[in-house]
């Protein structure tokens, strides 16, 4: 357990167990794995995790739209002929 904190927290089981004078190092999601940002997420208050997981669905939302309508754009253009590259029918 304590070896998996301490590889989750980039510092040594010794760190844990004798903690030095020394500041804990900032902790940067990007070095982390999915689950492990996941795992960070749920350890923060209900009022901060309600807006990281609200600008999710943002965001998920906003990519599915972009998809619906892109798909639907290359169905209109293949069905009605039109030329991508110009504005003329052909």
Same mark, same amino acid.
């Given at each position: 357990?304590?070896?998996? %904190?301490?590889?989750? #927290? !980039?510092?040594?089981?010794?760190?844990?167990? &004798?903690? !030095?004078?020394? %500041?804990?190092?900032?902790?940067?999601?990007? *070095? @982390? +794995?999915?689950?492990?940002?996941?795992? %960070? =997420?749920?350890? %923060?208050?209900?009022? *901060?995790?309600?807006?990281? #997981?609200?600008? =999710?669905? +943002?965001?998920? +939302? @906003?990519?599915?739209?972009? *998809? #619906? #309508?892109? @798909?639907?754009?290359?169905?209109?253009?293949? +069905? @009605?002929?039109?030329?991508? &590259?110009?504005?003329?029918?052909?």
């Amino acid at each position: 357990m304590l070896n998996k %904190l301490a590889g989750l #927290f !980039g510092v040594s089981v010794d760190d844990i167990l &004798n903690p !030095g004078k020394e %500041l804990p190092k900032e902790m940067t999601v990007e *070095d @982390k +794995t999915t689950m492990e940002q996941l795992w %960070l =997420i749920q350890q %923060l208050d209900d009022d *901060d995790k309600h807006v990281i #997981f609200k600008m =999710i669905d +943002t965001m998920l +939302t @906003k990519k599915k739209f972009k *998809d #619906f #309508f892109q @798909k639907k754009r290359c169905i209109i253009i293949k +069905t @009605k002929g039109y030329d991508t &590259n110009s504005s003329y029918r052909r």
